[in-house]
């Protein structure tokens, strides 16, 4: 157990919706990065906040956004929704710019 | 953007040899990370490198952070079965860079 909690495990969802995916950092961690990985695919890197603040941008869709909140948990939201945004969806937390601990990821289908 | 290139993509070995991958990048790091990642599952880190030149073990695993800090291998000795799944290797600047990884080596141990 990483201490990364992501809510929920698995969602399914209609094409056009939105969603939100959450992620519980473990204590102390400021940094967090949101990836989406498609199936048998590698990593792709959304967005990372740190502190609150977002620090880097990935090639992040316009429909997709995220957020920190004070409490150091983050949101990434997802709308207008299209078949091909079915995937698992990772946050990784870690103290600052340095090692990155994952959660069991969200694996989002959309119908 | 950065980009990392991890080889092998495939491996296929027997229990009880000796395992081999590396990562490369045309930009420097100044910290190298290695998951392994079950199907399924979140990447779990397995090995922090931060200083180039760097050798860290844990258990069967030791992998090194190279002196140009532009590359980094993973060694795995005497494999087990439990050792199937996909490596990445992720690489880190700092400051108001992401986390980037590679696509990572897809591990089958043959009994």
Redesign the interface.
Same mark, same amino acid.
């Given at each position: 157990d990483s201490g990364v909690t992501q809510t929920p495990k698995h969602l399914i969802t209609a094409t056009g919706q939105r969603v939100t995916l959450r992620c519980s950092p473990r204590s102390g961690d400021l940094s967090v990065y949101w990836y989406q990985q498609s199936l048998d695919q590698g990593l792709q890197f959304l967005i990372q906040y740190y502190n609150g603040e977002e620090r880097a941008k990935g090639n992040i869709l316009e429909r997709f956004s995220a957020q920190q909140f004070p409490d150091l948990h983050s949101e990434l939201n997802l709308s207008s929704l299209e078949l091909g945004d079915s995937a698992l969806y990772f946050c990784a937390t870690g103290p600052a710019n340095t090692e990155a601990f994952f959660g069991q990821g969200t694996r989002l289908t959309v119908v | $953007?950065q980009q990392l290139n991890q080889s092998p993509q495939s491996m296929f070995i027997q229990e009880g040899e000796d395992v081999s991958m590396n990562c490369t990048s045309s930009s420097i790091f100044n910290?190298w990370?290695w998951?392994k990642q079950d199907p399924?599952? $979140?990447? /779990?880190?397995l090995i922090?490198l931060?200083k180039a030149g760097e050798l860290t073990s844990n258990g069967r695993l030791t992998a090194q952070f190279g002196i140009t800090r532009k590359d980094s291998f993973l060694n795995i000795s005497a494999s087990i079965p439990s050792d199937v799944g996909i490596y990445?290797c992720?690489g880190?600047w700092?400051?108001?860079?992401?986390? /980037?990884? $590679?696509? $990572?080596t897809r591990l089958s141990v043959i009994a």
């Open positions: - | $953007g910290t990370l998951y399924g599952e $979140g990447p /779990v880190l922090a931060y990445f992720a880190l700092g400051g108001n860079t992401p986390l /980037v990884f $590679g696509k $990572g």
